[in-house]
């Protein structure tokens, strides 16, 4: 069964089981080159939509609660709450012994900028990837 997908974000659930779903084609969007494999999909990439929605929403405001709360229209505590939410997901598909999970909490505590963190997080990712 194929599925239409939209070029907006890539699906990360089986619509038949629920079970995750691991990439195995990438496709050059200019050349139509293959690279076919098994290969791990980054765990921010694997949030579920209203999650994946979340973080955007946070890395836009900076990583400022106050900010998410009223971009969100709710109550600081359920901004905050939803946002501890988001960051739990995280941590269950990362591992805390991952370097990702630090940068993102030191984003969150306010430690480090966005910039600083995209750049970390691309770094890690690099050195994942280089392996």
Known sequence: MVIPVTRASAPTRC???????????????????????????????????ENRALLELFLLARGNLKAVQRMLGVSYPTARARIEEMFNVLESRIGKGDSSIG???SLHKGD??????????????????SK
């Open 15 to 49: 619509p038949s089981c629920g079970g995750i779903l691991n990439p195995v084609k990438y496709v050059c969007s200019d050349c139509a080159t293959e690279v076919t494999g098994e290969f791990t999909e980054c765990a921010l990439c694997s949030l579920d939509g």
């Open 103 to 105: 940068i993102l909490e």
């Open 112 to 129: 480090i900028s966005v910039n600083d963190a995209l750049d970390a997080l691309n770094e890690t990712s690099y050195r994942q990837e």
